[in-house]
């Protein structure tokens, strides 16, 4: 299988690259900035791409889906609540709810599980009993802000209990290299991020 952790911005936007298997078929997450890195990635595995999943609307995540669509022909995925605080900048494909899933190739699964709480259509993608791509609604150490236009302390609190629940040895994919490491295993994360160990809305509200 192919796992590419991609820098993009200042260095601390991270999207990602997935694929069965080198010459088979991918999957890019959160394409932002610059778009060089994914077209040298995608010809190093000699890839098709045939989708790209929007995690949330933000610009800092979706201001290259439409153009790695146009260059690739892949389809633009995402939460239907992502796709109307869009706009159509990019327009999407197709949509991914809540337990949504899809194969790449004939044996890596990527399932989509609804983590509202930082923008209203969070995604949060399962792949291939691996990998945990969490956007911006779980960072190593952190967990994304709620202040933002859409932002629920509630609903983010519900998806964080939510992630906890999920086998420990998924490996974290962030949106942002915010904390002590790029990624790291969610059994790590429940024990050591302060978000992950809250019990209560107002104690994740309280967090600095």
């Known amino acids: 299988?192919?796992?590419?952790?991609?820098?993009?911005?200042?260095?601390?936007?991270?999207?990602?690259?997935?694929?069965?298997?080198?010459?088979?078929?991918?999957?890019?997450?959160?394409?932002?900035?610059?778009?060089?890195?994914?077209?040298?990635?995608?010809?190093?595995?000699?890839?098709?791409?045939?989708?790209i999943v929007l995690t949330?609307?933000?610009?800092?995540?979706?201001?290259?889906?439409?153009?790695?669509?146009?260059?690739?022909?892949?389809?633009?995925?995402?939460?239907?609540?992502?796709?109307?605080?869009?706009?159509?900048?990019?327009?999407l494909d197709g949509t991914l709810g809540d337990g949504d899933h899809f194969r790449l190739g004939p044996d890596l699964e990527v399932r989509a599980l609804a983590t509202p709480g930082h923008a209203p259509g969070g995604l949060c993608l399962a792949v291939a009993d691996r990998w945990l791509v969490t956007g911006d609604t779980l960072f190593v150490g952190d967990c994304g802000r709620t202040d933002l236009s859409g932002g629920?302390?509630?609903?983010?609190?519900?998806?964080?209990?939510?992630?906890?629940?999920?086998?420990?040895?998924?490996?974290?994919?962030?949106?942002?290299?915010y904390g002590p490491a790029p990624s790291r295993p969610l059994a790590e994360e429940i024990r050591l991020n302060p978000a992950l160990r809250t019990v209560s809305v107002d104690e994740l509200a309280a967090l600095p």
């Open 152 to 177: 629920s302390v509630r609903e983010l609190f519900e998806s964080l209990q939510r992630l906890k629940s999920l086998p420990g040895h998924l490996l974290v994919c962030p949106g942002h290299d």
């Open 56 to 91: 949330h609307h933000h610009h800092d995540h979706v201001n290259q889906a439409g153009a790695l669509r146009d260059r690739t022909g892949a389809a633009i995925l995402a939460h239907e609540a992502t796709g109307r605080l869009l706009r159509g900048r990019p327009a």
């Open 1 to 51: 299988m192919v796992y590419e952790q991609i820098r993009a911005g200042h260095g601390a936007n991270l999207a990602y690259l997935f694929a069965d298997r080198d010459g088979g078929e991918g999957l890019a997450v959160d394409p932002a900035f610059d778009l060089e890195p994914w077209f040298e990635r995608i010809a190093f595995h000699r890839l098709r791409l045939t989708r």
